[in-house]
């Protein structure tokens, strides 16, 4: 089962380049990939989401917002999967704190559930609060969102669960409050102690411009998995994809288990 975590960076507004264009080429290199499940992270454009939606449909994907009838406020997350999808929910962060281009986007979590031959799996694909500034502090910002998530959790019926998307962190899992964070939620990340290779490179044309320059590649994409093994599934690889040439200012990380 191969899963992939995407930020597409389809922004309706104009420094964006070659949204519709590269938001084809991501379905149809997906598609052609055999991509099991599939999250998008910043697909806000409402007509784009549904060329998208209608083009991975028509090759036997279940789109988790076609059937959720979420149009507006998913915050821009968009899940699909190769097998059925049986509840889908989006649980927002909320408003307090967070920048107006924060608040305008509704950042939250799309939660899909779907049934694949060895059981029941939760699908948690989001998207935390952006790094506004080197000047301005907002790793408590993340950090509460992510507790926000995993208090939410705790009211719903325990399954294996897959946790990915945009988590806007540099060496987050380097970092005490998150890894014990995560541990305390039960989620591990499958890194095998080996340095994490960056997911948002200097050499991608999409961020060397003048407005998503930054001075080194980070790392701010992520997939992390909770109890997999009670569905007989079992980590096999994980890693950055670096598709030549890129389709956006993000590189997809890709988990793949057996």
Request: glycine content about 6%; aromatic content about 10%.
């Amino acid at each position: 089962m191969k899963i992939i975590s995407y930020n597409i960076w389809d922004l309706p507004l104009w420094f964006v380049r070659n949204r519709k264009k590269r938001l084809l080429e991501i379905g149809n290199l997906l598609s052609d990939q055999h991509m099991e499940i599939i999250c998008f992270q910043e697909s806000w454009d409402l007509e784009h989401r549904a060329a998208l939606s209608a083009y991975l449909r028509e090759r036997g994907y279940h789109d988790a917002i076609h059937q959720a009838q979420i149009k507006r406020n998913n915050g821009g997350l968009l899940t699909f999967s190769t097998f059925p999808i049986t509840s889908v929910r989006f649980i927002p962060f909320g408003r307090k704190g967070l920048s107006v281009s924060e608040v305008i986007g509704n950042k939250g979590v799309l939660e899909t559930i779907i049934q694949t031959p060895k059981g029941p799996l939760r699908i948690l694909n989001l998207h935390l609060h952006h790094q506004s500034s080197k000047f301005i502090k907002t790793e408590k910002i993340r950090l509460q969102q992510l507790q926000k998530l995993f208090n939410d959790l705790k009211h719903e019926s325990p399954l294996p669960t897959i946790l990915m998307g945009d988590f806007n962190e540099h060496g987050m899992m380097q970092e005490k409050s998150y890894a014990d964070l995560f541990e305390k939620a039960g989620f591990i990340h499958h890194n095998n102690g080996t340095e994490l290779l960056p997911t948002y490179r200097t050499e991608n044309y999409f961020v060397n411009n003048w407005l998503n320059r930054v001075p080194q590649s980070q790392r701010y994409d992520y997939i992390l998995t909770k109890d997999i093994e009670k569905n007989d599934l079992h980590f096999s690889g994980y890693a950055p994809w670096y598709i030549d040439p890129p389709l956006s200012d993000h590189d997809p990380v890709v988990l793949t288990v057996l």
